[in-house]
Structure formats: structure tokens, C-alpha cells
């Protein structure tokens, strides 16, 4: 995968994901606790998350509580987005 674009629906903000690597992408195993860290870790509510990635806030509800199981689709989704934070929080550092 060269790589990936991630676009929140709704915003003027348009995140992007760069995978430079040809091997086979190994993803997270979001849990509902993971999802829900994340998501406090960088003060958005559900509803935020959902928009970002473009599903319903009674999803990520379902996932933080462990009733839904995170497609791989929505893996690759919160990683980009992990990805697009820490770099992010690279940035504010330097």
C-alpha cells in the first residue's frame, strides 16, 4: 500500500495516512478500552471520533463497550489516525 487517505465528512480537515512500506501491514487489535483511551487521550467525544471516520456515534459506543468487534476497515481507520496524532504531538514538541 503506498498509502491511505483518511477524510472526516463533514470538516475542512482531510487526514492522511502514509504507509511506505511494501511488507504486509500489521494493524493494532483495538479493544474497546483502546478505542475509548484513545478518543479521551485526545479529548474527543464519540460523536467527534464517528465523524473522523466516517461512521455513528452508536457504533463507536457499541465498539468502547465491547458489543461490536472493530472491522479491519475501522483498525486501519484508528491507526492512521494514532498515527496522524503522534505526529501531530512530534510536531508541538520540537
Known amino acids: 500500500m503506498a498509502f491511505q487517505t ?6 475542512k480537515n482531510y487526514l492522511t495516512c502514509h504507509t511506505n512500506s511494501v511488507s504486509i501491514l500489521i494493524m493494532k ?8 483511551s484513545f478518543r479521551e487521550r485526545h479529548n ?13 456515534q452508536n457504533y463507536i459506543h457499541m465498539l468502547e ?20 496524532y ?7 514538541e520540537v
Open 6 to 11: 483518511l477524510v472526516e465528512s463533514q470538516t
Open 29 to 36: 487489535e483495538w479493544t474497546g478500552n483502546d478505542i475509548k
Open 44 to 56: 474527543l467525544y464519540q460523536k467527534d471520533l464517528a465523524l473522523m471516520v466516517g461512521t455513528s
Open 65 to 84: 463497550k465491547e458489543v461490536r468487534t472493530a472491522s479491519k476497515t475501522m483498525r486501519a481507520l484508528l491507526d492512521c489516525l494514532e498515527e496522524k
Open 86 to 92: 503522534a505526529k501531530k504531538k512530534t510536531k508541538k
